[in-house]
């Protein structure tokens, strides 16, 4: 069952990679591969820990933290690789805190390069990108580079893809980030859109037409409950912060279902079921 845990504090978890994985990431993959999906998907749940532990959870699938970023506007996100750097991976932090959720609410449509994208999502990755240009340059040439995220990250790591153009970018619960002129900035193709079936955050901004004339860029690829999952009736959302958090983990049943259809770990366990891939362990 999923915990309020599970959907507001991914980053507490203690079964990142466990069990680790049973195929390798496929380097050099451009097309949707679930098993690279659920590599990117794990590593998106990974980069909410806060605790250097981290890289602990990497060795466990024999991967490095090659920098961890830290911007203004609550950015975080870090880049990962095998000692071989064979293939690399950027992945933004999503929502985790208020200033987050502020950042997240701030949607009105700003200029980018080309077209309009969420005002709190670019002031994000503005404040990353010279520290993210930074950590790319120490890549070597022959270096796959892929993007992913969840929720918030998800958002960054679309505007990013649009800046530099990674193999491939695979997003995970996003949020509409821009106008139809923006996607056409972004390599859609090799973009892939990960929805785990009725998550309520994919939904968000609105798009109302000349008013918030959002649109989604990639390729979709929704995720199905499997026979044994029950599906809640969504409530009235509770109080996000961390008080009232603690307070719903002790007294309330887990979330609703298109609340808990964003949590990271069913991300994570749905793409495994897709490729054979056990759950992760629920310890922690």
Known sequence: MTTWSDLFKPGEATNFFDPPPAQRFHAGSTAFDGVNAWWLAELSRLVYRDNDDRKQFLARASLEELDFINAAHNTQGFLVSPASREWAALVFRGTSNLEDFLIDGDFRLFQWDRGRVHHGFKLGIDAAWPQVLKDLGTLPGSCHLYFAGHSLGAALATLAASRKRPAATYTFGSPLVGDQ??????????????????????????AIPLVFPYTHVGEEHRLAHTADESVQVLHLLPHLSRPGIDEMQRTLPGPPDPLADHAPINYVDRLGATIGFPPRTRRG
């Open 181 to 206: 002129t923006f996607i056409q900035t972004v390599d859609a193709a090799h973009t892939f859109r990960v929805i785990d079936h009725n998550d309520l955050v994919t939904h968000v901004p609105p």
